[in-house]
């Protein structure tokens, strides 16, 4: 049962903060304290350096506090999210989709 209802648990997580809901500031700075929001988590898809590849959390937000990758994100930061363009390479190659992960520092 633990396991059900972990997975029930980060699944709406996922869910919540991959979503575009929009919540009033004054929430989501009470939320965000504690949880994964969706502004938060906008940051780690943003094309700006300085946010992508943090903010990896699903849950609570003490694991990227803990290991040093918190970032709170400001509206300049999340202006442009996605994938951003790899030099023109297709990016969604068999090769690069496994290799990215080693490549990560760029």
């Known amino acids: ?6 997975e029930i648990l980060i699944t709406s997580f996922s869910q919540f903060h991959h ?7 004054s929430l989501e700075k009470k939320l ?14 943003s094309f700006k350096d300085n946010s992508r590849n943090k903010n990896f959390s699903t849950t ?7 290991f040093g990758s918190y970032h ?16 023109g390479k297709n990016i969604f190659t068999l090769d690069h989709v ?3 992960p ?3 520092n760029k």
């Open 72 to 87: 709170e994100p400001n509206h300049k930061d999340i202006e442009k999210i996605g994938i951003p363009e790899d030099d």
């Open 60 to 66: 609570i937000i003490i694991w990227d506090k803990f």
């Open 98 to 100: 496994f290799n990215s």
């Open 32 to 45: 965000r304290r504690y949880i994964m929001t969706p502004f938060l988590h906008w940051g780690h898809h």
């Open 1 to 6: 049962w633990s396991f059900f209802i972990s």
């Open 102 to 104: 080693f490549n990560s």
């Open 19 to 25: 979503s575009n809901i929009k919540i009033s500031e």
